[in-house]
């Protein structure tokens, strides 16, 4: 049997890269490829994954060293993501997609942070071996030039200067330019365009003012035909539209990765024949699945297969899919991650959703003592199950209970994620329909805009709020959701 290192994760599982040492490795240290991928590694276009960062630096390290056949998915899912020996890769598949998603980072690093790069990084599809190779310099455009030197009094990118062409006759052009603006229309007098006829040059020359004018509309139609969804939908929004799409920029950023997490209901299949809680610490380790003691329960094998399996709701699904289709989404943010994926370091760093209660979502866990209103579920106890009122007002119930044949209820709850730098939505019910009354509550903004008013701050974000809904619950199917109950700011 193939004995694998145990080391790599403490030399390079760490938040701080300059204190590793593997860093200091002087058989790596002088390596242009071990310090591109430092450089890759220490640059924002990871978003401060730790998981990511060991991804890349395990994969360059054993490439670097020809041992390229330590490379696999099972390998890098031991050694990088904490995976148990000889799991199994169909069922868990957390290295195709941090694969997914480092691919992406690369790429945004070359085209922003590392764009004078000397010497490409890529990890190909269909395996997880880097590449190295040169990059090809590209010719100096006049843009770029501009952009080195602003003072200088080139003319813009799409004018050429033809030296054996006639010039035409003008102002002075010995004293140099620095401002490119819609009345330097002038400039024509000393360049020509490369294939236009000198009669339209001073056409345009005379008629400057119309010229610039048309140049505006021209620009204006292009930016409607670019961007007609984003253009009209600002014009037109309503004010509950305007305080939903703050509520989304909030959640969804271009600084940070958005965590789409939806229940795990083999979970709470397997919670409910079991009637043993699994929390959060068993879940991450997944001791959950083994020695399963079920007090005469048969079938325990089978009960431990649900463990394993990946099922999530229909509802979770269909909120996933509207989430996608915002217009504030920023598609290479938005990360869906299966529950059992989800790591502490993602709720450190980045925003997320978490779908579902605190049986079918653990991570809940980790934010419950924040909350006023918080999930309490009791399979297979005389205890009665439901949404605890923490700190209940006159008037208000202590638990909105179990739900009966008639009736639901479901939690929302904007809260920051564990460092304070993000922000996290908790979105679930006491069952699927109480789920669906808040996922359909959450994407209604006249619903939503009486809270998210209240909840304003000067700088244009919300402080935390949480809301308790209630619904009819018709053959696993919401009614119209509605407030039961409002708090803002912390619990």
Not at 38 to 65: K, P, T
Not at 254 to 283: C, H, W
Request: glycine share 8%; net charge neutral.
């Amino acid at each position: 049997m193939q004995i694998l290192e145990p080391s790599f994760r403490s030399d390079i599982g760490s938040a701080s890269l300059q204190s590793t040492s593997i860093l200091r490795s002087p058989d790596r240290v002088d390596d242009p490829r071990w310090q591109l991928a430092q450089r890759i590694a220490a640059s924002s276009s990871l978003g401060r994954s730790r998981l990511m960062v060991d991804f890349l630096l395990y994969v360059v390290d054993r490439h670097i060293h020809n041992r390229s056949d330590e490379i696999t998915e099972q390998q890098i899912g031991v050694l990088v993501f904490g995976r148990s020996e000889g799991y199994d890769t169909n069922e868990d598949n957390i290295v195709r997609s941090y694969a997914r998603n480092l691919r992406k980072r690369i790429d945004e690093y070359f085209a922003k942070e590392g764009i004078k790069e000397s010497l490409l990084l890529e990890i190909p599809r269909g395996g997880y071996t880097p590449i190295f190779s040169a990059r090809t310099p590209k010719s100096n455009s006049a843009r770029e030039e501009l952009i080195e030197d602003p003072n200088r009094s080139d003319p813009p990118e799409d004018v050429y200067v033809t030296s054996n062409s006639p010039i035409p006759t003008g102002p002075s052009t010995t004293e140099p330019r620095n401002e490119w603006t819609s009345d330097s229309v002038e400039v024509f007098d000393s360049v020509a365009i490369a294939g236009w006829p000198l009669k339209m040059i001073a056409a345009i020359r005379k008629h400057s003012t119309i010229s610039a004018l048309c140049v505006g509309l021209i620009l204006g139609i292009c930016g409607a035909v670019l961007f007609p969804r984003k253009t009209l939908l600002r014009a037109t929004a309503s004010s509950a539209e305007t305080e939903s799409t703050t509520l989304w920029t909030q959640i969804f950023s271009n600084k940070r990765d958005t965590f789409i997490v939806p229940s795990d209901d083999g979970l709470v299949i397997m919670q409910r024949l079991t009637e043993r809680p699994v929390p959060l610490a068993k879940y991450v380790n997944g001791s959950y699945r083994a020695n399963i003691k079920t007090d005469g329960v048969t079938g325990d094998a089978e009960i431990l297969k649900l463990g394993s399996r990946r099922y999530t709701s229909v509802v979770d699904l269909d909120f996933t899919a509207h989430l996608a289709q915002l217009n504030e989404v920023v598609p290479e943010r938005m990360m869906i991650r299966y529950a059992r994926d989800l790591r502490m370091d993602d709720l450190r760093n980045g925003n997320a959703i978490l779908i579902g209660s605190i049986e079918a979502n653990p991570w809940i866990e980790l934010f419950q003592p924040q909350l006023n209103f918080r999930f309490s579920i009791n399979a297979g106890s005389d205890k009665p199950s439901g949404i605890v009122n923490s700190h209940p007002r006159t008037g208000e119930s202590l638990i909105y209970g179990t739900p009966g044949q008639d009736h639901t209820y479901g939690l929302i709850a904007y809260v920051p994620n564990l460092n304070s730098t993000g922000h996290v939505l908790i979105v679930g019910g006491l069952n699927t329909a109480g789920t669906q009354a808040a996922t359909t509550f959450l994407l209604t903004p006249s619903l939503m805009e009486p809270t998210l008013r209240h909840a304003k701050v000067a700088g244009g974000g919300f402080q935390s709020f949480e809301l308790l809904v209630g619904a009819g619950n018709i053959a696993s199917n919401a009614s119209t959701p509605r407030m039961i109950l409002e708090r803002i700011g912390p619990s």
